[in-house]
C-alpha cells in the first residue's frame, strides 16, 4: 500500500488547527494532528516543505522505518516543531494500519488493559467561590478527577483561569497578552483554595493542579508541603523542567505526587527525571513527541520505574490527537489518568469522533484506526485566525514564565 498524497488542512473551528491528511493507492486514508499552539505555521512548513515531498510513493504500512527516516533523516534532530511533524505523519500510518486491519488502534498495539481511560476535566473561576461551584459542576456531570485553578487575590494574571469553564483557551491575542504574577501572593492562596474544596467535596474526588512552570525549586517544595493535607493527585510543572537536578530538591521537601512533560518532545528530555524516579506521571503526548511510535518508548522507560502516564489533553490538542491518545491509553500498562479538556461543538463537528465520555472515562471506540475523521467541507469555513500564547512578568517589570 503506497502513499499517493499527503496534505495540511488547517481550520479554526474556534482556535487553529493543523492537521495532516494522507492517501494511499488502495483508497484508505489516515490523519494526525500536527498542532503547535501560537506557532502553527512552522509546522505547516515543515510538513509542507521538507515532510510531505520525501513520502509520496512510500510504504504506508512501514511506520518504523518512516519514523526513523524522518527522525533520522532530519539530521536536526528533536524540537518540537520536527517531533510534531513527525507525530502527524505517525498518528496518520497508524489510522491507515488500523482501518487496512480493520482493527482500532489499541487492538494493534496490544489489546485493552483496562475499560475506559480516566480522565480529569479542568474546573477554574476567578476566586474560591468560583473554583469550587466549577469543581461541583464537574462532579455532577461524573468527572472522577478535576483539575483546579482559580485567580488570585492581587495577581493579575494567574494561570488557567478561563471566559467560562468548559472551553478555556489562553491563546487570546494576536499580539501575546501580558500576564503578571506573584509569586509569594499564590503561595500564601493555593492552600486555602484547596482546603476549602476538600472541605465542600470530600475526599473522594481527585483534584489536580498545574503550577505552570512559575516557582523556583525551593518555593515548588514549600507549596508541595503545604499542599499535603489535601491530598492532591498531582502537582505539575511546579518549576521549569530543563534542570532536572531541581526536582531533587523538590522531592527532598514534599511528597505530593509530581507531574512534569507536557512541553517535552523526545525520550531523552524525560530519560533524567525518569531515571532517577524525581516524578510520578509523564506528561507527554501523542502530537508533540513524536507519535504513538514514540510515546510508548517512553511509556516503557517509564514502567521500569513506577512512573505512570498522564498525558497532556488541552484544547489545543486536536480531537484526532486525542482519539490517538485514547487508543494508547486504553492499552498502556503503566497508565495513570489522561488530561481531558472539552472542545468547543464547532470544533466537535469538523472532527467527527467516535470517542465518548460516560462517568468519568473516556473510550476511543471501537472504530478502524484512531477513530478521529477530518470534514474538509466544514474545516474550509474556518479559516486560519492566528492567535499567541500569553506572556508574563513579575510586578517590577522581570519576564517571567508564563
Ligand atoms: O498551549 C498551551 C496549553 O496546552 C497549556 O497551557 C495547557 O498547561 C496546560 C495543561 O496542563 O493543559
Ligand atoms: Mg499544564
Redo the contacts with the bound molecule.
Sequence with gaps: MKITNARVIVTCPGRNFVTLKIETDEGLHGIGDATL??REKAVVAYLEDHVIPVLIGKEANRIEDIWQYLYRGAYWRRGPVTMSAIAAVDTALWDIKGKAANMPVYELLGGASREGVLVYG?ANGADIEETTDAVGRYIELGYKAI?AQSGVPGVKGA??VGRGDLYYE??DGTLPTETLWNTSAYLNFAPQLFDRLRRDHGNEVELLH?V?HRLTPIEAGRLGKSLEPYRLFWM??CTPAENQEAFKLVRQHTVTPLAVG?IFNSIHDCRELIQNQLIDYI?TTVVHAGGITHLRQIAALASLYQVRTGS??????SPACMGAALHFDLWVPNFGIQ?Y?RHTPETDEVFPHSYSFKDGYLHPGTSPGIGVDIDETLAAKYPYDPKQ?PVARLEDGTMWNW
Excluded at 497532556?312 to 490538542?317: I, R, S, V
Aim: hydrophobic residues 20%.
Design positions: 499552539n501560537g479542568h483539575r494561570y488557567g489562553p491563546a498545574d505552570h505539575e510543572d507536557e506528561r497532556h489533553g488541552a484544547t489545543d490538542l488530561e479538556m500564547l
